[in-house]
């Protein structure tokens, strides 16, 4: 449903945005658009937007910028060192009250297994969630995992 003659500009604008030595946004911007070449989800160029966030974290470093690259590490190395950058973020309590954080650490967990932490994760995201649709897909979610612990996984 995206318009893609607008995504085509938008690509072409991004490009020439990372001409030089490029700044936050136009980093941003080519993160954008790796996402928007992608066909479906499972065909996104997973490494290039690891490596575009390697460099966003050098050129303005924040935690949502390191949370956002722990997505991407997740992705490409797995969710053991994702959740190695997760831990350091959790000792500086920069983001504790973000939800997405403790989306992203019960979605790793789930992955690796670890269902009671994933499910600890999730209830704690959605305490904090304020937006509707994000509520529910976090409560979707969590009922997921809540039926893995109950099954005995």
Avoid at 9 to 17: F, M, N, R, S, V
Avoid at 37 to 46: F, I, N, Q, V
Wanted: glycine share 6%.
């Amino acid at each position: 449903m995206w318009d893609r003659t607008q995504i085509d500009e938008g690509l072409i604008l991004a490009e020439q945005a990372l001409s030089g030595e490029p700044g936050p946004f136009a980093l941003q911007a080519a993160i954008a658009a790796v996402h928007a070449r992608a066909g479906r989800k499972d065909e996104t160029d997973w490494a290039a937007i690891k490596r575009l966030y390697d460099v966003l974290e050098q050129v303005e470093p924040s935690a949502v910028v390191r949370l956002n690259r722990a997505v991407a590490v997740a992705m490409t190395a797995g969710p053991s060192e994702a959740l190695a950058i997760l831990d350091s973020l959790d000792e500086s309590g920069a983001l504790n009250d973000f939800h997405l954080l403790h989306a992203a650490r019960a979605e790793f967990s789930e992955r690796l297994g670890r269902i009671a932490d994933a499910e600890k994760s999730f209830a704690r995201a959605l305490e904090l969630v304020t937006n509707e649709s994000e509520r529910r897909f976090l409560s979707r979610r969590l009922a997921q995992v809540r039926k893995l612990v109950h099954a005995g996984r």
